[in-house]
């Protein structure tokens, strides 16, 4: 078969290095690894304790910086959310044992909040991913000006969180929106998008899919470049369609980073914030008059605002947030892994 | 074998082109009608002519050339903070083993899961008793290095980089750091860009922590300027054509840098590290 | 005033767990670094929200070589926005300006015994008299501690579009129609006719603006008089009640301030809207090729108010006594013109709205109607201590307005009041 000439990533396999950007350079040779003693030589030495040390240095940086911005915060967090806060108050109160949690925990609203996160989280993540990968598929063919098509799809990300609402908010307008409009003039009744709550779910997860989806594509895409060629070709000459080889090839061959995709969109879906808070028109901006469309993390940051003990029950609605989302991640995880190991 | 794909393949990938785009060209119909049309009931669909007139206002309101420049160096530097720890880290984690590392793996994607809603206010408490509000710095300094980041480097790496390569570099006596500058790097480098790239609009379009940290200062960023357009005088109804037009020049920087560094990105893309 | 920050905390930053064990238990940032006196190249600084007219006035006085420091003034768009940053500096117990602005339905949380520790006492007998009485209990504790200075006041009026009452045979003429505006059931009755007439236009602009308008005249609707909580009374039962009835005859069912409630501006979307002073901007600019609105001396029930902000100090601050100063001056009479000439504050200063009335002059929007002396007369309407504010005012008036929205969107009264109770009970 002839060379890609167009494509230089898909290479034999083999020949990795000359196929990227260049070998790497051929270090000076090292001195010996012991004295003519027997002892080791001091550069041995610096080298096995650069071995033992540096995977950690490396990450130092990381949790270093995660010390000070995510531990300290999530940990004084955790410890206020065991007191009592009076509002605007100076200082914290006195302790209430689990008292804020079971606030939180018996209020209805928390209840319709962790329902419409699930399911605003549903409607947007699982056809994000889905599409995602239809795209970055189709990115990864012979397109003419395939720079220019690969870049448009990032497009909705330039556009800030609340710009979009502002855009989306007015498109989806109960009476005077454009997509109202649009479905008068195919004969389709006014959706009440503010008011209904499975169609609110629907235009914030537009909202939210419209931004992320391209991002996503993207990071699929690259790691569909890196599947080699001959696995195509192979399959090619077995008489596999496209839709086959894509299937039986490529999924599996992107494995660790659609797991990577899922992972981040699940954590990311159940964070969901500024896109329905500002889909409220209602200055309380409490996600819906009826908590239609109010997800979890809208819950966190209102409750923070609320009359009685505001930051210890947000703090108490935060952690249990925290716990959701980590076991949403492991179940996707694991569901995911099982599901790998079947079709092996 | 070269197999041009064909007419279905443009036609979905140009119906979702112009999914993405429509929003952004909705913006820009409303930034160029005049205040009055911009809220009227059936909107607009074409761009009235009176953009420039809006955009104008835009720079007379607000101080957007500073802001611009605030932006542009707070989310420069996030980006390249970014890239450079989230690559040291991704790079350790994936191929290089030592005790805890799946354990603290894991627990990097936890991280994740922290709503940040709540933590501004520990953190400005922080900030503020470390004399650090007001400042640049400060903006960008949650953004040194991401879980994100990390996570998305390590999972990338995994397949980029044939361990023989490491192994090679290793038995060739080149230390951890010269291993990872000459092996690792060149191959993370399309993944370096991504990262780069999708770090520096995250930071860019950032609002509530600006706004909280930097307030009283005169530092501003682009969204915290634009936030000002909805002052509208002695009145609380917005003056949406001018808010949209002030979205769309916020915008334009991005889509500017995004054009000249984005054909160099996909081609970087292109030319991805090959799993042997 | 503005913090010089100091290299050797940068150093301590490299130290995090130790500063993060300190900054837990310190409550305020340090005070030593701020002088006690103010020199002339000193900044004494304020945050308000929207725009409250200052940007003149604070420049006159940056320009005055006499005065002894200088103001600076920040300006959040949104009350919402500004809501969040004070409550968490509050919390954090730094980072706020030597003077707030605050929303006066947010001000009766900051008077309960917790919050108000938080501010400054203002208390001042030579200003007794400044300002209209209503507005100026409004900013007391219950044991008379001032905390806050007010500046705008929002005295209702009711504008109205005299060209679509004509269309549906009604007086249009501006001391006709006082009589329409006289009760709250010649207003509904009329209502009644005028969609009749007119079907494809609504009476007023919004439930939630009629509720508002009407809450605003019940004694004691959310709290008795020690704050305990009771929204079974008859007064608040009553405007739920009349409002949720007359929704699909009357009402737009747009929520205030959405797109659809701005839509309705410019398409005849309704022919009445209960006007405090900072609405006439909103019409004008929302609709500036509109003409036939005109603006009621008259108001259902009496009168009301909507609106208008006060200034505080937080204890914050490192120089309360310039702050006070500043917070004085900026309320004085001179100020207040100033300010209702650049945003249109109507000011609650009452020496103020003397003056804008005896300048008489008119509105040719509003089929040139003497706008400052219909405020007037509309702030002496309004009987102050009604409505009692108590601490959870503004929470409990939120949830009153989505019960009502929920009834807008098709829900049902009873269902949507069972659930406004319930979240009502959960406040404690």
């Known amino acids: 078969m002839a060379q890609d000439h167009d494509l230089p990533g898909r290479g034999r396999g083999n020949n990795a290095v000359l196929d990227r950007g260049g070998p790497p350079r051929r270090p000076k040779k090292p001195g010996p690894a012991t004295t003519a003693g027997g002892h080791p030589t001091r550069r041995y030495r610096l080298s096995r304790w650069d071995l033992k040390a540096s995977p950690y240095l490396y990450i130092l940086p990381f949790f270093a910086v995660f010390a000070v911005i995510g531990l300290y915060p999530m940990l004084y967090i955790g410890y206020l959310s065991f007191f009592s806060w009076p509002r605007f108050g100076a200082e914290h109160g006195s302790s209430v044992g689990w008292e804020n949690y079971v606030h939180v925990l018996q209020d209805p609203v928390f209840r319709k909040a962790l329902v419409n996160t699930v399911g605003i989280f549903l409607l947007s993540s699982v056809p994000q991913v889905l599409v995602a990968t239809v795209v970055a598929a189709l990115l990864d063919t012979h397109l003419r000006g395939k720079s220019w098509w690969r870049m448009s799809v990032l497009l909705p990300f330039v556009v800030a969180p609340a710009a979009t609402a502002l855009i989306f908010g007015s498109l989806f307008a109960d009476k005077s929106g454009f997509v109202n409009d649009v479905l008068g003039g195919i004969g389709l009744p006014d959706v009440s998008w503010h008011g209904h709550r499975l169609a609110s779910w629907t235009a914030i997860a537009t909202m939210v899919n419209w931004r992320w989806t391209g991002y996503n594509a993207l990071i699929l895409l690259a790691a569909m470049r890196a599947v080699p060629g001959d696995l195509y070709e192979a399959a090619a000459i077995d008489g596999a369609s496209r839709v086959r080889q894509f299937l039986h090839v490529t999924v599996p061959s992107i494995r660790t980073t659609l797991m990577f995709v899922i992972i981040t969109s699940t954590i990311g879906g159940l964070q969901i914030f500024t896109e329905p808070r500002l889909f409220d028109t209602n200055l309380q901006h409490q996600g819906g008059a009826d908590y239609q469309y109010q997800t979890l993390a809208m819950y966190v940051f209102n409750t923070a605002n609320s009359a009685v003990d505001p930051y210890p029950r947000a703090a108490a609605a935060a952690w249990l947030l925290f716990v959701l989302i980590i076991i949403f991640a492991l179940v996707n995880f694991l569901l995911i892994r099982a599901l790998q190991r079947r079709s092996a | 074998m070269i197999r041009r794909p064909g007419a279905l393949v443009y036609a979905l990938l140009a119906a979702f082109v112009l999914g993405s785009a429509f929003p952004l060209y909705w913006s820009f119909i409303i930034g160029s009608v005049t205040r009055e049309r911009a809220t009227q009931n059936p909107p607009p669909l074409v761009p009235g002519g009176h953009f420039l007139e809006n955009a104008s206002r835009v720079f007379d309101r607000i101080d957007f050339w500073s802001a611009l420049a605030n932006s542009v160096i707070i989310s420069g530097f996030s980006a390249l903070s970014v890239v450079m720890f989230a690559t040291l880290a991704g790079y350790s984690f994936a191929k290089l083993r030592f005790r805890g590392s799946n354990a603290l793996m894991v627990f990097v994607v936890m991280t994740m899961a922290i709503p940040p809603q709540l933590a501004l206010i520990p953190l400005l408490k922080e900030f503020s008793n470390l004399g650090l509000t007001g400042t640049q710095f400060a903006v960008a300094l949650p953004w040194l290095v991401t879980a994100f980041g990390v996570f998305f480097m390590r999972q990338y790496l995994v397949d980029a980089i044939p361990d023989e390569l490491i192994d090679a570099a290793r038995v060739d006596g080149c230390s951890m750091i010269r291993t990872f500058w000459t092996v690792a790097v060149p191959a993370a480098r399309p993944a370096m860009a991504i990262l780069g790239l999708f770090t520096f609009m995250q930071v860019w379009t950032d609002f509530m922590w600006p706004l909280l940290v930097l307030q009283g200062s005169d530092v501003q960023t682009l969204q915290t300027a634009l936030d000002q357009l909805k002052i509208a005088p002695g009145q609380t109804l917005s003056d949406m054509a001018l808010l949209q037009a002030g979205t769309m020049l916020a915008t334009v920087p991005l889509l500017l840098l995004f054009i000249a560094t984005g054909r160099h990105l996909v081609a970087g893309i292109m030319q991805g590290a090959v799993k042997g | 005033m503005k913090k010089t920050p100091r290299p050797w905390r940068r150093i301590l930053a490299l130290g995090a767990a130790a500063t993060m064990v300190g ?286 902000s006060f200034l505080a100090v937080p204890k914050q601050s490192d120089h309360p006594k310039e702050a006070k100063q500043v917070a004085n001056w900026l309320t004085d009479t001179e100020q207040e013109v100033g300010a209702f000439e650049k945003a249109g504050a109507y000011p609650a200063n009452l020496a103020a709205q003397e003056e804008l009335t005896s300048r008489g002059e008119v509105d040719p929007y509003f089929n040139d109607a003497p706008t400052a002396q219909i405020l007037a007369n509309r702030a002496k309407a309004v009987p102050p201590g009604v409505p009692y504010k108590g601490d959870k005012y503004s929470d409990i008036l939120g949830l009153l307005q989505t019960a009502i929205q929920r009834v807008d969107e098709g829900g049902s009264a009873d269902d949507s009041w069972k659930t406004f109770t319930q979240a009502v009970g959960r406040l404690n």
């Open chain 3, 23 to 308: 900054s837990l238990t310190t409550a305020c940032g340090d005070g030593d670094d701020a002088a006690n006196a103010l020199g002339p190249d000193d900044i004494l600084t304020i945050t308000t929200f929207g725009d409250f007219g200052y940007a003149d006035v604070i420049k006159g006085w940056n320009d005055d070589p006499d005065r002894p420091f200088k103001i600076k003034e920040t300006r959040i768009a949104q009350w919402d926005t500004w809501k969040q940053t004070l409550t968490a500096d509050l919390q954090a117990g730094t980072g706020l300006t030597d003077v707030v602005a605050v929303e006066g339905d947010a001000m009766p949380q900051f008077l309960s015994e917790a919050a108000s520790e938080q501010f400054v006492d203002l208390t001042d007998s030579s200003l007794d008299d400044r300002w209209v009485e209503y507005k100026y209990q409004a900013g007391q504790t219950a044991d008379g501690k001032q905390i806050g200075y007010p500046t705008d006041a929002g005295p209702e009026a009711f504008c109205y579009r005299a060209d679509l009452f004509e269309q549906a045979g009604l007086p249009s003429d501006r001391d006709d129609v006082s009589k329409i505006f006289s009760t709250w059931d010649e207003y509904f009755a009329t209502g009644q006719e005028f969609v009749k007439e007119l079907p494809k236009t609504k009476w007023y602009d919004a439930s939630g603006s009629i509720a508002q308008a009407m809450l605003n005249q019940v004694e004691f609707p959310f709290q008795s008089a020690d704050n305990e909580i009771d929204v079974d009374n008859a007064g608040l039962k009553d405007v739920f009640t009349t409002v949720t009835d007359n929704v699909p005859t009357l009402s737009t069912r747009a929520v205030q301030w959405s797109d659809d409630w701005i839509a309705n501006f410019t398409n005849d979307g309704f022919a009445t809207m209960p006007c405090p002073g900072w609405m006439f901007a909103n019409i004008k600019s929302s609709a500036p090729k509109v003409k036939g609105w005109d603006i009621a001396d008259a108001f259902p029930g009496g009168g009301g108010n909507w609106g208008g």
